[in-house]
């Protein structure tokens, strides 16, 4: 596609619901990233893939947390057992090859914890 | 540990009042720093990356300089258009070298007043 699509755009949900965040990157896009922005702050790593693999999860805050990539291109980002601190604007960016950090991003999913 | 820290948090500027944002860093070893904008309800837009200090970027009003601690980024002669969220952020030699996981700064606010 033409940029980095994050569907939904906004999800509400209860604490202790599980949800599912999805990126669908640029196409022919290897390299795919997610972070995390909280109110007033930059974004923050929490997982980069190339390819099918998790090349780097070192941000991930616990294992509530966890994405996929079964294809090489869209990837899901999934919440078990939602906390209201999980309340933030989940960000996913892509790039043609891994390495060089002026990739693109999307526009985000705000996710609320209620 | 890496760092960024950007100054001032938010800028009101004149349309035509020129001005400078700083981004200070601390990392272990620069792979390169980045600039990103970002407009409110979207994700970080890429603007600049600078590798090496005394390297310089120019895009229309913008212009971006690096030194072996911080970098700036100049604003010559602003439009209302230009009011957004400016970001910094570092990428480090070592082991995340090949992955570009990117370490943000909070972030400058800038509004252009017509």
């Known amino acids: 596609g033409a940029g980095v699509s994050q569907t939904p755009s906004n999800k509400v949900t209860e604490k202790g619901k599980y949800v599912e965040l999805r990126c669908d990157p640029i196409s022919g896009h290897t390299a795919l990233y997610w972070y995390r922005q909280s109110l007033g702050q930059g974004p923050e790593f929490l997982i980069y893939?190339?390819?099918?693999?998790?090349?780097?999860d070192s941000g991930l805050p616990n294992d509530r947390f966890f994405a996929v990539r079964p294809e090489g291109s869209v990837s899901t980002l999934k919440i078990q057992r939602t906390e209201r601190g999980d309340s933030a604007v989940y960000l996913c960016?892509?790039?043609?090859?891994?390495?060089?950090?002026?990739?693109?991003f999307g526009s985000g999913t705000r996710l609320t914890v209620v | 540990e890496d760092q960024v820290t950007q100054s001032p948090e938010a800028l009101r500027l004149q349309e035509g009042e020129s001005s400078s944002l700083n981004c200070s860093y601390t990392v272990s070893g620069l792979r390169g720093l980045f600039w990103y904008r970002q407009d409110p309800g979207k994700g970080p837009e890429f603007l600049f990356t600078l590798y090496s200090a005394g390297e310089e970027k120019e895009k229309e009003r913008l212009k971006a300089t690096l030194t072996k601690k911080e970098s700036f980024l100049h604003i010559t002669a602003p439009k209302p258009e230009d009011s957004a969220t400016y970001l910094c952020a570092v990428q480090h030699q070592g082991g995340s070298s090949n992955t570009g996981k990117l370490i943000f700064g909070q972030g400058t606010t800038l509004q252009v007043k017509p």
């Open positions: 960016a892509s790039s043609p090859t891994g390495g060089v950090g002026g990739y693109t």
């Open positions: 893939f190339q390819g099918t693999g998790a090349a780097d």
